[in-house]
C-alpha cells in the first residue's frame, strides 16, 4: 500500500503561515481575503491561477472559521471579499482536478463540502454573519462558497457575475453544494436555476437580484462601504455576550510510519491488513476550565485531524475499529458539565465543534467498527462514537466491568447532518427510546447494552478475538465501492435536509459523473479543459 | 444512432400474455404467483433461472398492478408469493445485468423501483393491500420486491431466507429500494442493517423476525393458511364502495421509423439533432364518463407508454419537448370534474395514475422543454406536464391567444415523488403562490404567465423560431451525464422522503459503483459472478 498523491501535507494550520487568505480583525467586523498564491499549491503539478483553490486554500478557510468562532468570539459578522483585481474566486482548480485521482476528488469536495456547512453553522449558532463580497468574477467553486454564506452583493460593473459553469465547460456538476443551494438553499426557482447552471457566463447585475442569486448589487465606487454596513448592521444585531476568546494552539501530532499520535487521540495503521485502530483516550484528571486545554476540545480537535489525515493520507485503509480508554464517569461529568454549561459561549462553541467532527465521522466512507472492551469510557459524547459506527461490538465479560454510559448529550445535542440525532436514527421504530437511554443515569452493562439495543454483538470472552478478527476479515474482503454507497445508505434513515441533500444526492452524482468517460476519459470534458481539442461524448442518456 | 439493445420490445401486455406471473382473483382477494419462464427473456441471451427477473417479468407486474387498481377494485388485498419450488424470488437476473449497457442497468432499476412505488401508492390510497407470502428463498431483488409489499411473512423451514446479497456477492447495491426500505420503511436497526446487508446467506426464521426484516414466520405446514388469514383481515378492514372495475383496452401505438402514435399522444424522434416531441393532444368533444375511453385515464396511459419507450427503445435523444394541442377551457373542465368527483373510487384511480404518470416524467432523465404556442391547451393537469419541464418556453402572439391555465388539481393532488407539488417546489420562495395560482379561473395570457413566474422564458414572435433552435442546439450539445446529475438535482427542491431517497440517493451512488471497475471492469465483482475467477479489487476507499 502506497500512500496517495496527497500523503504528507499537514491538514491543520495557523493564520500566521496562510498563504492564500489574509484575516483581518477589527471587531465587531472581520474580513477574510481570498489572494491565492499561483505558486502555492498544495502538491506540486499545477498553478493556483485567478483565486482558484485547491485542498491547501480550504484547509486555510476552515481554519480560519474554527479559529473566528473560538479566538475572536466578538467577531459578529465577517466579510469574505477577493484580493485579486476583479476577482472573487474562480473555483476549484481544473488542473489539479484533472490531474487527481478519483478518491482525491470525491474527498476534495467532501471536505470543501464540510468546510461551508461549517459556515453555515457559525452563521445558524454562532451569531457570526458570513457575508460574501463578491468583488469581481465568482465562478463555480467560488460561487458555492458565496452560496454558504448567508448574504451574497455582487459588484455592479458592468462584468462581474456570478456563474456555475461547470455542466456546460467541464461536464460535471457544481458539485461542492452549488445545485443544491441555488434551488433549495436561495430558492431560485427551478427553471432559472437550469438556466443559469447552463450558462458558462454567468448572471450579472439586475438580473441577478431578481433570480435570488445574490442578495444585491452595488456599483464598483461604493462596493466596499455599502458591504461594511450591511455587516455592521448584521453585527449589531448580536447581542449575546461572547469573549474573550481562547487560543488555539497546535495539534502537531507525532506521525511515523505507522501511527499517528496525538495527546488523547492516537490512530495505528495495519496496511498490511487495510485496517486501523483509532483510539480515543477520555479525559485525564485534574480538567483545566474551559480553554484550549480542555479535554473535549482538545481530543474532539484531534479527532477531526486523524479523520481527515485517514481520508487523504490512508485510502486502501478499509476498516476502522473505533476504540476508547479511560474512566466512563469522567467522560459522564465532562458531559453533565458541558450540559449544563451549555448557554455559556465557549461550551456551546465546543458542543457545536464535538457535533461537527462526530458529523465528520459520520460521513467518512470507510467501514466502521465500535468496539467495547474492558478499560474503554463509551460513555455519552463518546458513546456517540460507537453510535456513529456501522456495528458495535461489545465484550461480555465475566466481571461485568465492560460498561457503555449514556449523557444528557445523546438526546439531540449532537445531531447529525440531516438533524437527526443518531439515537433517533438508530431507534426509528421507537421513538421514544432516546429519551429514555439519554436518560438513564446508571451504565449499562453488556447484558443491559444488548437489551437495551445499543450494541450488534455482545460476544463473550471466549469467542471475542476470533469473532472480531473474522468480522473485520469479511469487512475488508469486500468491494470498497459497494461498502461506501452500502454504509452512505445505511448511516442516514429519516427524512433530508439541505446539508444531507448535498451529501447524499448532490454528491452521489458527481461522484458517478466523475468517474464517467465523458468528464474524465481521454476525451471527456475535465480532461480537456483548457486544451484545443473539443469533447467528444457518449450522446446516450441514462 | 443506433437503438439500444432493449429496442423493440413492448412496453404493455395484458394478463393473458403473462409468461412469467399468475394473476388470480378471488375477491376480496388476488393471487399474485411468480413462476418465471427461464426460457422466456425479454431479449435473447439468458435463462431466468429460479425466479430471477429481467424487465419483461417487471412490465408483467406493472401491468398487474394497474389492472387490480382499476379492473378489480373489489380486491383489497394483494397476495404475492413465488409458483417454484422452494422459491419466492431471486432477485434481478445477474447474467442479465452483466451483459446490459450501462443505460439499460439504470433505467431497468428505475423502472423497477417505480413499480415498487406503485405498489406502496396501492396500499396507501387504493385500500388495496399487498401481502409477500415468501414461500422460499427470497434474495435481492426478491427481498427487494418483498420489501414494497405492507407486510411480509416467510416460511420457517429451517432453509428459506430473506437476504440481500448484492454487496458480498456482486460487488453493488440493493439499489432497488432495499437499503433504503430496510432502514427507512421498516424501520431496521442500522447496524443490524449493516449486517444483514453484508450476509450473503441472509436471515431466517425468528431473527428475521426480531430483526423486523419480515412480520412474522409460519411453518410450510400452514404458511399459505396463514397468510391467507391475514390477508382476509386486512381485507375486511376495507369497506369504502369500490367498483365496478373496468376494462382497460390496449393502447397498441402505431410505431414508425420516426414516431409513436397513439390516440392522444405523439412522439415525434428527430434522431439526427437527438430531440424528441412528445405532443398530448386534449379532450375531443364529447367525452365520455369514467371509463377507458375518458380522456384523462386514456391520454395519462399512451403518455406513460410514451416515456416508458424514450427511456428504452431512443437513449441518444437528449432533448424531449414537451407540446400539448387542443382547447384549454376543455381539459380545465375535465379537471374540475375529476376535482368534484374525487371521492368517486375510479376518478381517485385516474387522479393516481396520473400522478404517477407525472412522477414518471419527473424521472425521467432527458432535457425537458415545454413550448407553449398558439393552438396549445397547458391547463391544470397539462399545466403539470409543463410545471415537470426544466424550461418553459411560451410564445408571445400579438393575437394575446397564446394562454396557459390552471385548475384546482395543481395545488396538491398531483404530488411529486418527495411529496410536494410542481408549484411548491417552482415557488419554494413564496409559498402562498401555489394556492394563488391554483385558484385563478381565468386564463394566463403570455405576459400574465411572465408576471406570475409560470415561464422560463416569454418570447416575441420574431424571434421566436430562432431562440427555441439556439437553445435546443445548446442543450443537446452538453455531456449527457452532466445534464442527468443537474437535472436530478435542480427538479427536486425541498426535503426529501423515502420515495426520493430511492432516486435521489440509493439509485445515484448504485449508478456510481455500476460505472466504477470493482463492479463493471473485467475483473469486477458483477463481471465474473457465477465464473470460477474471483474479482480483483482497486482496494482505495473513496
Known amino acids: 500500500m502506497g500512500p496517495s498523491r496527497s500523503a504528507g501535507f499537514a491538514l491543520e494550520t495557523h493564520p500566521t503561515e496562510y498563504r492564500h487568505w489574509r484575516l483581518a480583525i477589527e471587531p465587531p467586523l472581520a474580513t477574510l481575503t481570498l489572494a491565492v498564491g499561483e505558486e502555492s499549491p498544495l502538491v506540486p503539478g499545477y498553478k493556483l491561477k485567478l483565486n482558484s483553490y485547491d485542498l491547501g486554500v480550504d484547509i486555510e478557510l476552515a481554519d480560519a ?10 467577531v459578529r459578522a465577517v466579510i469574505v471579499t477577493g484580493g485579486l483585481d476583479r476577482v472573487f474566486c474562480a473555483g476549484a482548480n481544473i488542473h489539479m482536478l484533472a490531474t487527481s485521482t478519483h478518491g482525491f476528488k470525491v474527498n476534495f469536495c467532501k471536505y470543501t463540502n464540510e468546510t461551508r456547512l461549517a459556515i453555515e453553522d457559525a452563521c445558524a449558532h454562532s451569531g457570526q454573519h458570513y457575508i460574501a463580497a463578491c468583488n469581481g468574477t465568482t465562478a463555480g467553486g467560488g460561487y458555492e462558497l458565496a452560496l454558504a454564506c448567508e448574504e451574497i452583493y455582487l459588484v455592479d460593473d458592468g462584468n462581474s457575475a456570478v456563474s456555475l459553469p461547470e455542466v456546460p465547460l467541464l461536464g460535471v456538476l457544481p458539485g461542492t453544494g452549488g445545485l443544491t443551494r441555488v434551488v ?36 464598483r465606487s461604493r ?28 495539534l502537531a501530532p507525532e506521525v511515523t510510519a505507522d501511527a499517528v499520535r496525538y495527546r488523547h487521540v492516537e490512530l495505528k495503521l495495519n496496511p498490511g491488513e487495510r485496517t486501523a485502530e483509532l483510539t480515543i483516550a477520555g479525559p485525564p484528571a485534574g480538567q483545566p476550565g474551559a480553554g484550549a ?9 484531534e479527532l477531526d485531524d486523524a479523520l481527515l489525515r485517514l481520508r487523504f493520507h490512508y485510502d486502501e485503509i478499509g476498516v476502522v475499529i473505533l476504540k476508547t480508554r479511560g474512566d466512563l464517569e469522567a467522560v459522564r461529568q465532562i458531559d453533565i458539565a458541558l450540559y449544563h454549561g451549555r448557554e455559556d459561549w465557549l461550551v456551546n462553541e465546543i458542543l457545536l465543534l464535538m457535533a461537527r467532527t462526530l458529523r465528520r465521522l459520520d460521513l467518512t466512507a470507510r467501514s466502521l467498527f465500535a468496539v467495547v472492551d474492558g478499560g474503554s469510557c463509551f460513555a455519552g459524547s463518546l458513546l456517540e462514537v460507537a453510535l456513529a459506527a456501522d456495528r458495535i461490538y461489545m465484550l461480555r465479560d465475566s466481571a461485568g466491568e465492560v460498561r457503555v454510559a449514556s449523557s444528557a448529550l ?120 483548457g486544451k484545443p481539442e473539443r469533447p467528444q461524448f457518449n450522446w446516450r442518456r441514462t
Chains 1, 2 share one sequence.
Open 65 to 74: 472559521v474554527v479559529r473566528l468562532r473560538l479566538e475572536h468570539p466578538e
Open 184 to 219: 433549495d438553499k436561495r430558492k431560485v426557482r427551478r427553471d432559472l436555476a437550469d438556466v443559469f447552471s447552463t450558462l458558462a457566463e454567468g448572471v450579472k447585475g439586475k438580473r441577478a437580484v431578481e433570480w435570488r442569486l445574490v442578495d444585491g448589487v452595488f456599483p
Open 223 to 250: 462596493f466596499q462601504e455599502a458591504v461594511r454596513e450591511r455587516a455592521l448592521e448584521l453585527a449589531a444585531g448580536e447581542t449575546q455576550p461572547r469573549g474573550p476568546g481562547i487560543a488555539l494552539d497546535a
Open 293 to 301: 486545554d480542555f479535554w473535549p476540545l482538545r481530543a474532539f480537535r
Open 410 to 529: 445523546n438526546a439531540g445535542l449532537l445531531p447529525m447532518t440531516h438533524g437527526l440525532s443518531r439515537l433517533q436514527v438508530r431507534f426509528m421504530a421507537e421513538p421514544a427510546r432516546m429519551q429514555e437511554i439519554a436518560g438513564e443515569s446508571e451504565p449499562f452493562d453488556t447484558s443491559a447494552a444488548e437489551e437495551a439495543g445499543l450494541v450488534t454483538a455482545a460476544v463473550d470472552e471466549i469467542d471475542w478475538e476470533d469473532e472480531l478478527r473474522v468480522a473485520i476479515e469479511e469487512r475488508v474482503s469486500l468491494s470498497p465501492d459497494a461498502l461506501t454507497g452500502m454504509e452512505a445508505n445505511l448511516r442516514f434513515a429519516g427524512a433530508e435536509n439541505l446539508d444531507s441533500k448535498v451529501f447524499g444526492r448532490l454528491s452521489a452524482w458527481q461522484n458517478w459523473i466523475f468517474s464517467r468517460p465523458n468528464a474524465t476519459g481521454e476525451r471527456g470534458a475535465l480532461t480537456l479543459y
